[in-house]
């Protein structure tokens, strides 16, 4: 799935970090933890509220996911005439995409069907990102992302680099500091580092094939 560029652009952030003995990591890791940290809570001014999708565990949400789902409740207001988008598709070991689940789990508390909108083609944040931009476009052009703390940081980078304003909203009310969430964090840093030299690299030798993907 990573393809030859991708995989080429893992190796090289992994070199840098080797060659850089890892510090290159903790500006990243920082940021990361600047928005899990300061990142609302609530839906601001938006009025199309995209659930980013989370792994599937046996065809089942995941607390994760429960919680990005369980943030959109709390804020969602149909007076406000909001629109709900879901992202997500079948991932390994799983039979249902995880914007179907997640349409589910909102239909049972009552959203109606009208004001959800489902992609369910993308099997990571970054696809998500770009199969939910023509739905964007019709229905919303400054969407709130609605993710887990740890995540925010990697999502509203990746939704900047290929063009989408937006805001951030938090799933959790609070960022509550833990060794679990410490790991999260540096998981996070990892991958975003990884996007954030892919992108200087595609762009410094003017690889249109890889810029087109992550752009």
């Avoid at 890791?29 to 899990?36: H, M, Q």
């Avoid at 609530?42 to 789902?69: H, P, W, Y």
């Avoid at 500091?177 to 790991?183: N, Q, R």
Wanted: charged content about 20%.
């Amino acid at each position: 799935m990573l393809g030859s560029d991708g995989l080429f652009t893992l190796m090289l952030s992994n070199f840098i970090l080797l060659a850089c003995l890892g510090f290159t990591l903790i500006p990243v890791a920082r940021r990361v933890y600047r928005t899990a940290k300061t990142t609302p809570s609530t839906s601001g001014a938006g009025c199309l509220l995209i659930v980013m999708g989370a792994r599937l565990k046996n065809d089942e949400i995941t607390r994760i996911f429960r919680q990005r789902l369980d943030r959109t409740l709390a804020i969602y207001d149909p007076e406000r005439s909001m629109r709900i988008m879901i992202l997500g598709g079948v991932t390994l070991g799983n039979r249902s995409s995880e914007a179907e689940k997640g349409q589910k789990y909102l239909l049972a508390r009552g959203i109606s069907a009208d004001h959800l909108l489902v992609e369910n083609q993308s099997l990571n944040t970054l696809e998500n990102l770009k199969h939910a931009q023509p739905l964007i476009a019709r229905h919303g052009r400054h969407p709130v992302l609605i993710s887990n703390r740890f995540h925010l940081a990697r999502c509203s980078a990746l939704a900047r680099g290929i063009g989408i304003e937006h805001d951030l909203c938090a799933a959790e009310q609070a960022f509550l500091f833990s060794f679990p969430m410490t790991l999260q964090v540096f998981s996070e840093a990892y991958y975003l580092h990884w996007y954030e030299v892919g992108k200087r690299w595609s762009r410094w030798t003017r690889n249109k094939k890889s810029l087109a993907r992550i752009s």
